[in-house]
């Protein structure tokens, strides 16, 4: 019993050992959109070249954020390395959702903070416009990351392979309905998930603003 139960603690150790390099990097590549999201959008810039550079990286790295979706096809392998229900009920599937909802979180924020930019410029009207763009561009980004292999600085690396192979790829039938469901799912998981961190958001706006209010008050008195 004993031997056993050190076996498999060395299996989930070995398990996390692997998973905490790609973990780590992709969750990286995740926060890129976001942190340039708070440049791009939540600070007053005016749109000079380094600014609209920005937002092309801005746009390159976004599919990295929900791309870690994918990445439930490694649990597979790792049920099969771990086999014990409980060490995969407490530790790995927890860790995989974890990872996978702040890969989503990042892409929601950034898609709200690039719509508070949107609306601060007079342009709300425009918002679910530019959210459809953006999640039919990503669900293409993740097809080209997840099966073609490309990265986000291929655009700068090998632009011409990623136009050539990446534009013919998406030509073929099995493509397009992948991407169409990728698509499907990024569109409803971002609007869940934008409904929720605004319900979060809205009640603490709330309450800063009367802990404001009732501070004036009191240096006014």
């Known amino acids: 019993m004993k031997?056993?139960?050190i076996e498999l603690i060395a299996r989930v150790l070995h398990v996390l050992s692997i998973n905490k390099s790609w973990m780590t990097w992709n969750l990286f590549l995740a926060f890129i959109p976001l942190a340039l999201s708070v440049w791009l959008f939540r600070t007053r810039r005016s749109?000079?070249?380094?600014w609209w550079l920005g937002f092309?990286?801005?746009y390159a790295f976004l599919p990295n954020a929900p791309y870690l979706l994918t990445d439930i096809i490694h649990l597979i392998d790792d049920i099969r390395t771990i086999q014990s229900v409980w060490m995969i009920t407490l530790i790995l599937i927890p860790l995989y959702?974890?990872?996978i909802l702040a890969g989503l979180e990042a892409y929601v924020i950034s898609l709200i903070n690039l719509g508070y930019y949107l609306h601060r410029i007079g342009k709300s009207q425009w918002i679910l416009g530019v959210e459809l763009i953006t999640h039919a561009l990503c669900a293409i980004g993740i097809y080209w990351g997840r099966f073609l292999r490309f990265n986000s600085w291929d655009f700068i690396t090998?632009?011409?392979a990623l136009l050539t192979k990446g534009v013919e790829e998406l030509l073929g039938k099995q493509p397009v309905i992948i991407i169409g469901i990728t698509f499907v799912v990024l569109m409803a998981l971002h609007w869940i998930m934008k409904r929720v961190t605004l319900g979060f958001v809205k009640p603490l706006n709330k309450g800063m603003e009367i802990k404001s209010q009732k501070t004036n008050t009191r240096n006014v008195g």
């Open 3 to 5: 031997e056993e139960l």
């Open 47 to 50: 749109w000079s070249w380094v």
């Open 56 to 58: 092309l990286v801005f």
């Open 97 to 99: 959702i974890l990872v």
């Open 158 to 160: 090998q632009p011409d």
